[in-house]
């Protein structure tokens, strides 16, 4: 039995090692990103150009890759993150210094998203792409013109139980500010009790807090209005063409994912080759062909399928104001807790 | 087989759930007395404010105020939790028995049929009932088809989905160590119950109900408890409309960054679901072995 | 009179609850399949039969290779939480455990009772807190424990059915120990080992919140790339490859009661 017991258990062992060999052999790269995320067709173009093997993993939310990067999970080479989290990220010493500066192609980004604000000089990220949060609403069911978010921050009787809204604090808080016309990561007590009355007010108009399956959601009418990702509402309209992204008065929040390195990255060279993949207008088209969101890449556009390129979910008017939130800190997050968890208590 | 030998057998098993689950329950004890840092994860020095945070919490301006926003949270959970229970045991009693009563073929072939759905994923049993509760799920188109309504009805991302779904999930926990214990019952007494008049009720009452009791119980901790800390039904079915404990602790470790606090109610939670058993095991039985 | 108390078996309605209790049990099962075949890219309209949904899910790369670390990390999960759990079994049904079987059941039964959630993050804690990086190891070990339980019914069941006669004949008759397990107890066992062992492996194959949580890199498996993929929307690929997952542990299930010829965890 026990000759038999080790036999079994050297076996399984064996397994595992030969698993966590082959994942630290050269010639290879790691992608740790969201899912439905990596374009299986860059991913091969890149793997036959370069001879590197892609694997990818999935998360499903920034908070999920902090955990795990905390927690200490290793491997990853790659991994995409927003731009508050990159700050969070490298302030946490999480990922490592890349210079993405001097990175190959590096000229080729549009001169607004260099030297961003979350990551100066873009020590630590490269863009990946970017998008807008609002609203989209169905206008053969809601048919009233719409300028503002108050239609559905303060919504009229017949969108009860209609709308949908995200199921992250941060962003549920970050446009609902925006609204208000408050700063973000807002920690002053008469601001976050408005917050806390407007939501409250608007929960029973609330028919779900979620951030995923809204395409589906507002191509099958479930729900009439939706908080949602520009890109994310570009493929349901896609779908059902009397659906209709808001760029509202009040303005919007804007956020850009970015490609970063965790500190312990077994394949730093080869994320940075991927890097600069990424950099050239033709495979960022392919990239945002597939994401279904614009990248920081100048040109890319005309590699992009046009029914993307050219969405109206991506051509706000010229004076529309966005604005990238910011990541918080500890005590304006406990706030936002406070107000989310009372919000669905 | 000797002391020493039955010890070394047993080793293996003991070190590995001691190990991976026992000592990181004890970590998660450790944690909650700690204070949180900043973007997620525990710093010194040791405090009770993740247990003091349950009750009181810091209002907007500040101020330490009485909360009730996470008891409130908690009571759901128990309740919902403890309707699972009742509506299980409600539905398995009745169906432990008729199978009893069957013949001894029949009866294997349909303790497969209840057991059967248990061992397929959670995930995509719970996702079964998106498809068919949504507005456009099956449902309602057929109650559309059949002209019964015009709007469709609001089935999902409510408690009654959620309930739903926890039954759907932990019935089979239910219906086996019921059966276990009605199988057991001696033929004879209730045959002597009925010689002597006794009506189905008085049966049940006198007879069964008493003899079961270990079974319902043992059914019931093993719904109840999973069902307190279930994650999957309220995330798909609920529609994060409100919280539950399982959510409220995947919620502090995430975006709420307040790891003390998501483990003080992990620990509150293991605390109460091991007292439950604590207190059956000193009743007779274990859990796991009615179940087996 | 009489004629009463021999139909003391007869439940009035009992049918009919059986029949609702069994439909509401494999009716969404069964829609769900339904829909698997539906041609149809929306995916409660009906547009005809087809399997080109699941052509697509094999034809995935990330579909094949999340299940193969799946089946990979289930393999070993199983022969080491089946491996235990025949020790453990002896142990408990054989052994002489004084003073110490209470806490040994307690333990054992302790992956069934904590909910899922509170496992899978304090794990993630403690994995963390020592800094165990195994790759597909930190599954295997997580898996393994709580597969031990699942793995040990179905032999603690048939241990106890099967009764010590033929054990204590063979030793009247001085075999060793050793060759009592052997030449007896293995042989009787064996069938029951073969359905824990299928249990137990069923049992990670389906686990998606641990999973989730202690994952490594290169390490995602197949049911937390379908909650990715459930997150994402209500698709066709959803419903063929959870038809796929659902079949796969049918077959498994039935395996296991075949080999030992009665239910698993009943009894």
Redesign the interface.
């Known amino acids: 039995m026990t000759r038999f017991a080790k036999l079994l258990l050297g076996a399984a062992l064996g397994l595992a090692v030969a698993a966590q060999a082959q994942a630290q052999s050269k010639g290879e790269l790691h992608i740790y990103n969201w899912t439905d995320y990596t374009s299986p067709e860059l991913v091969k173009k890149f793997s036959e150009e370069t001879g590197i093997k892609v694997t990818v993993d999935t998360y499903d939310s920034n908070e999920t890759l902090l955990a795990k990067l905390k927690s200490g999970a290793a491997g990853y080479d790659i991994a995409v993150a927003s731009h508050d989290f990159v700050q969070i990220l490298s302030r946490e010493g999480l990922i490592q210094k890349i210079h993405a500066a001097k990175l190959q192609g590096y000229g080729n980004m549009e001169t607004r998203w260099q030297n961003p604000a979350w990551d100066p000089g873009n020590e630590y990220s490269i863009p990946y792409d970017w998008g807008t949060t609002s609203f989209g609403y169905d206008t053969a069911v809601y048919t009233k013109p719409v300028d503002s978010l108050k239609t559905f921050y303060e919504p009229p009787a017949e969108l009860k139980g209609k709308i949908g809204m995200f199921g992250s604090p941060t962003e549920v808080m970050s446009l609902a500010l925006v609204y208000l016309g408050k700063p973000q990561c807002n920690s002053n007590p008469a601001d976050l009790k408005a917050v806390s009355a407007l939501l409250e007010k608007q929960k029973p108009f609330v028919k779900l807090y979620n951030s995923d399956g809204i395409q589906d959601r507002m191509a099958a009418g479930e729900t009439v209005a939706h908080q949602v990702w520009s890109g994310d509402f570009r493929r349901a309209r896609a779908q059902k063409a009397s659906l209709k992204f808001l760029f509202a008065k009040e303005g919007g929040i804007a956020w850009m994912d970015n490609m970063v390195v965790p500190t312990h990255a077994p394949n730093v060279e080869n994320a940075k080759l991927f890097m600069e993949f990424l950099l050239k207008p033709e495979n960022s088209g392919l990239h945002s062909t597939f994401s279904g969101y614009p990248t920081a890449v100048k040109g890319a556009e005309k590699f992009t399928d046009q029914a993307v390129a050219t969405a109206p979910e991506y051509l706000p008017p010229k004076d529309w104001k966005y604005t990238f939130a910011p990541s918080c800190d500890e005590k304006a997050i406990r706030a936002y807790d406070r107000i989310w968890t009372k919000l669905r208590q | 087989m000797n002391r020493l030998r039955s010890l070394l057998l047993l080793a293996p098993s003991m070190l590995t759930i001691g190990i991976f689950m026992a000592v990181p329950m004890l970590v998660a004890l450790a944690y909650s007395f700690m204070t949180s840092s900043p973007y997620g994860g525990v710093q010194m020095p040791f405090s009770v404010g993740a247990y003091v945070q349950m009750l009181y919490d810091e209002d907007f301006d500040g101020v330490q105020v009485f909360t009730p926003d996470y008891l409130m949270i908690i009571l759901r959970s128990v309740v919902l939790a403890g309707l699972t229970t009742l509506a299980c045991l409600a539905v398995a009693f009745p169906a432990a028995w008729f199978i009893v009563c069957r013949p001894p073929r029949q009866r294997q072939l349909l303790l497969f049929l209840v057991s059967l759905p248990f061992w397929i994923n959670t995930l995509i049993r719970t996702y079964c009932w998106v498809l068919l509760l949504r507005d456009e799920g099956l449902i309602n188109h057929l109650f559309e088809g059949a002209g019964a309504i015009d709007e469709p009805l609001p089935l999902l991302y409510n408690d009654g989905a959620i309930l739903l779904g926890l039954i759907y999930t932990f019935l089979p926990f239910m219906v086996l160590p019921i059966y276990s214990t009605l199988e057991r019952v001696d033929h004879r007494l209730i045959e002597a119950a009925y010689d002597l008049y006794a009506s189905r009720r008085l049966v049940f009452r006198r007879i069964l109900w008493p003899l079961a009791r270990p079974g319902v119980a043992a059914g019931a901790l093993l719904v109840f408890a999973p069902a307190l800390g279930s994650f999957l039904a309220p995330d798909l079915l609920g529609g994060g409309r409100k919280l539950l404990i399982g959510s409220l602790i995947q919620l502090e470790f995430t975006s709420g960054r307040n790891w003390p606090f998501g483990s003080a109610i992990a620990v509150l939670v293991s605390a109460a679901v091991l007292i439950a058993m604590l207190v059956q095991a000193r009743r007779g039985r274990s859990a796991a072995e009615l179940a087996a | 009179m009489s004629q009463?108390?021999f139909n003391?078996?007869?439940?009035p309605g009992?049918?009919s609850?059986?029949t609702g209790?069994?439909l509401?049990?494999?009716a969404?099962?069964a829609?769900?399949v339904i829909?698997a075949f539906n041609s149809s890219r929306?995916?409660?309209v009906w547009g005809g039969f087809s399997t080109r949904w699941f052509q697509l899910v094999l034809d995935n790369?990330?579909i094949r290779?999340t299940a193969y670390?799946s089946i990979?990390v289930a393999?070993?999960?199983t022969?080491?939480a089946t491996?235990?759990?025949?020790?453990?079994v002896?142990?408990?049904e054989?052994?002489?455990?004084?003073g110490?079987r209470?806490t040994?059941?307690?333990?054992?039964?302790?992956?069934?009772?904590?909910?899922?959630?509170?496992?899978a993050?304090?794990?993630?804690?403690?994995?963390?807190?020592i800094?165990l990086?195994?790759?597909?190891?930190n599954l295997?070990?997580?898996h393994?424990?709580?597969c031990?339980?699942f793995a040990?019914?179905p032999m603690?069941?048939r241990l106890r059915d099967m009764g010590q006669s033929a054990e204590n004949a063979a030793r009247d008759l001085y075999a060793s120990?050793?060759r009592v397990?052997?030449r007896i107890t293995f042989p009787l066992l064996g069938p029951a080992i073969a359905s824990g062992a299928m249990?137990a492996f069923?049992?990670s194959?389906?686990d998606?919140?641990i999973s989730?949580?202690v994952?490594?890199?290169?390490?995602?498996t197949l049911?937390?790339?379908?909650?990715?993929?459930?997150?994402?929307?209500?698709?066709p690929e959803?419903?063929a490859v959870?038809a796929i997952?659902?079949g796969v542990?049918?077959l498994?299930?039935m395996a296991a009661?075949l080999l030992t010829g009665?239910?698993?965890?009943?009894?």
């Open positions: 009463r108390t003391w078996r007869h439940m009992g049918r609850l059986m209790l069994l509401f049990l494999y969404p099962l829609i769900l829909y929306i995916v409660t790369p990330d290779r670390t990979v393999i070993a999960a022969i080491l491996t235990f759990a025949v020790a453990a002896l142990a408990l054989r052994g002489k455990l004084p110490l209470g040994a059941e307690g333990l054992i039964a302790l992956p069934l009772v904590v909910p899922e959630i509170v496992v993050i304090t794990t993630l804690v403690f994995f963390s807190a800094g990086k195994l790759g597909a190891g295997i070990v997580a393994t424990v709580f031990i339980p040990l019914l603690r069941a120990e050793w397990f052997r249990l069923v049992t194959l389906d998606f919140i989730m949580m994952s490594d890199a290169g390490t995602t049911p937390v790339y379908v909650y990715g993929m459930m997150r994402v929307g209500v698709t959803v419903n959870s997952l659902l542990s049918l498994l299930v009661l009665r239910k698993p965890a009943a009894h």
